[in-house]
């Protein structure tokens, strides 16, 4: 997923952003409402994670400025340890979820688990694409039962082809999907990542699954034995 998190307090921002990237999601940081607004109306996120006690424009204000102008995008606060009426102000404010500080990362994870099943974007489903299967439960990655050892961000580009399997990406397109606000890269390394994900692919028998289109970008490409096979499964059982 692709995160907004604004929050003022420098430490809790390095650790949410450590943390959320360690989970393969993409993180833009803002430390004030002024900045996260800029950030919410020039890209598209699926999830704030929003401080309450925020310079320049306060959660409050940012959730009740969210919704009356239509954003749907769901919103967990967080909020001070004895904050509990603060966090019901958010939620009638039109936020989502609350957690509190100290931060608990397992229990922040799962929030964002259940607000993203809630919104129907499911991060938790096995993609498989003929006998390329990937797990984001695990972040694992095989082919014919081999496992990938790919970087992030090659898990990233890789998910993100598996998920719009028809769907042609240019190289700036992926960097503004894959990258941050803060470190964007310049489109030479998109091209530097596909080469490193081609070379693993093919180091397990998995070649040519994606494919360069001139002049428009990259696609994937799976081998056309009899119909491609493609699948998105429930990774938990009933």
């Known amino acids: 997923m692709r995160i907004l998190v604004v929050n003022e307090d420098n430490v809790v921002a390095n650790l949410l952003e450590r943390s959320l990237a360690d989970q393969r999601h993409v993180v833009d940081m803002a430390n004030n409402g002024h900045t996260g607004w800029q950030y919410l109306e020039s890209n598209q996120y699926e999830l704030i994670l929003?401080?309450?006690?925020?310079?320049?424009?306060?959660?409050?204000?940012?959730?009740?400025?969210?919704?009356?102008?239509?954003?749907?995008?769901p919103i967990l606060l967080i909020t001070a340890s004895d904050a509990c009426q603060a966090g019901i102000q958010g939620l009638n404010a039109g936020a989502d979820d609350y957690i509190t500080k100290p931060l608990d990362l397992e229990e922040l994870n799962a929030r964002i688990r259940a607000l993203s099943r809630r919104k129907k974007v499911i991060p938790h489903t096995v993609i498989q694409v003929n006998e390329l299967v990937l797990d984001p439960s695990s972040c694992q990655v095989n082919y014919k039962t081999q496992p990938l050892k790919l970087t992030a961000k090659e898990y990233s580009i890789l998910e993100l082809f598996l998920r719009n399997p028809k769907r042609v990406y240019s190289r700036s397109q992926i960097l503004d999907l894959i990258w941050t606000f803060e470190n964007p890269p310049s489109e030479e390394s998109v091209k530097t990542h596909i080469q490193g994900l081609r070379?693993?692919?093919?180091?397990?028998?998995?070649?040519?699954?994606?494919?360069?289109?001139?002049?428009?970008?990259?696609?994937?490409?799976?081998?056309?034995?009899?119909?491609?096979?493609?699948?998105?499964?429930?990774?938990?059982?009933?």
């Open 199 to 238: 070379k693993k692919l093919r180091q397990v028998g998995a070649k040519n699954w994606i494919k360069n289109i001139y002049g428009m970008g990259y696609i994937l490409n799976p081998p056309v034995t009899s119909v491609p096979e493609y699948s998105i499964l429930s990774a938990v059982a009933n």
């Open 50 to 73: 929003l401080s309450l006690h925020l310079p320049k424009m306060n959660g409050i204000s940012f959730c009740s400025e969210m919704r009356s102008q239509g954003y749907t995008i």
